[in-house]
Nanobody, 124 residues
């Protein structure tokens, strides 16, 4: 499973950005896709997740400003970020949780997969 994230950049406070993450490779079933972020010196934290059926969860700190969506046909998840604040500055990571067959173990199990981070920097 490969996750390719893009869309980060430098933006002024109050501005928007949209992150995209495309999934490729074999997986038996997707449970959810989502976004996490990690600021310097801090632990990685959940931002938003969305199930294959479209049930979305957004953490309180970004509620009303960030929207997560997905296009199952394109194996893509999006994070629309509006009214960005300097405290949103972080590396944003795409996550996929799903069931995959691991040939070396000859078992199918649920696992987490991560994309490379995309940097979001919000200037004040």
């Amino acid at each position: 499973v490969q996750l390719q994230a893009c869309g980060g950049g430098l933006v002024q406070a109050g501005g928007p950005l949209r992150l995209s993450c495309v999934q490729s490779g074999n997986i038996n079933a997707v449970t959810s896709m989502g976004w996490y972020r990690q600021a310097p010196g801090k632990e990685r934290e959940l931002v938003a997740t969305i199930t294959r059926a479209g049930s979305a969860t957004v953490v309180d700190s970004v509620k009303g400003r960030f929207t997560i969506s997905r296009d199952n046909a394109k194996n893509t998840v999006y994070l629309q970020m509006n009214d960005l604040k300097p405290e949103d500055t972080a590396a944003y990571y795409c996550n996929l949780r799903g069931w995959k067959y691991f040939e070396d173990l000859d078992i199918t199990k649920q696992a987490d997969f991560w994309g490379q981070g995309t940097q979001v920097t919000v200037s004040s």
